[in-house]
């Protein structure tokens, strides 16, 4: 298909389907003239992966960029693609410096070792998911709530993992195709059923407040 | 304490405190001389609420006004706090218009409203999660991915539950304290426990994924 085709079918505007591929995120088409290329179904794939990137999961082209070059990478196995992609999505933006005081944070980060150790979790030490989850420990003890969050984020793992055993497990059994369509999907599910996740849970909240009779009094002149 | 001892023991940077200040999302000290005010710990917890919503939340400064000014109307029930706060937090960002047409996307919030009601789950019509989800659901369509997205979307509901009924809970229990002190730590909760799982399901898909002895294996060449 041609350009143009390929803007009206991915329903993404013809400026920024060039600036895609001006920026490489999305691969040239086959030339076949002067002033023309030929696109395919792989790029229609790779375009609806990059808006759910960018409009669900709110990353930057630079992210997104970094994505798709370790879903490009054809010396990566399976675990590295989704390893690397992971790490690029949950990077803090680049020039951002850490804004936690050294010794807390690595305090923080031995918890969350410990939190996975008790798990038995096998997370790299690099994971960006150690990062995210010591800051988010701190940023909590900051807010003074009372109770313990080390012992509550074990119980949230629990919630969690069966979830995450449901996906790995149907990712396992439908991991035919090609290995760049099978960990672009990964990818983007990862991302696209997040937000279901989180949008189920505050959907979830707003039924259970409604029930709660007190919650709806209104409030003490 | 002065407005330079509030900044440390926050650790936000005094201009960034200034900044809030002039913006109205930190309410004014008491004034104790000419260029002098006084700022005591609902200061300090509401620079803990701003920082957790615009660091781990990703929040513009747009919304985390929109959010406060809910947290701060005294006319307000609970529900009605946290149902604006969360619309607050999920609306898009203004002046962006909805990228989908119109009506794929009223047939996708049709099929949201049938989960909703399948699960006797009562949400507001008007609630941003539906739209959210209405969008999710689109985006993955557009992927193509297999399977039935809206029938994957009760089983999350299923997963999601129990989590949000043991976070009302613990909200109900632990409302205690001024209700402005209730209510900012149920939003500032909703955000930073919403990081900790969607962490916590990205570092089960990494420890689960290490386990599966394909996934490792070098690509064919």
Known sequence: MKVSELSRRASVPLPTVKFYLRTGLLPS??????????????????LAAIRALRDI??????QIADVLRAIDDPALCVRDVLA????AMLARPRGET??????AFDAALSEIDQV??????????????????AETLLALRRTGFPGLPAGAFLEYAHHVEPIARMEIDYFHDAATGSREQVVESSVVGTVLWERVITALRRAAHESLVSR????SEPPAP
């Open 116 to 133: 996975f150790t008790t798990l038995d979790w096998r997370v790299r030490p690099g994971s960006q998911t150690r990062r995210q989850l």
């Open 84 to 87: 690397q992609s992971s790490d």
């Open 98 to 103: 850490a804004p936690e005081d050294a010794p």
């Open 57 to 62: 999961g709110g990353l930057s082209v630079e």
């Open 212 to 215: 709660i009779p007190e919650f």
């Open 29 to 46: 088409g086959e030339r076949t003239g002067v002033n023309q290329s030929e696109y395919g179904e792989a790029h229609l794939r790779r």
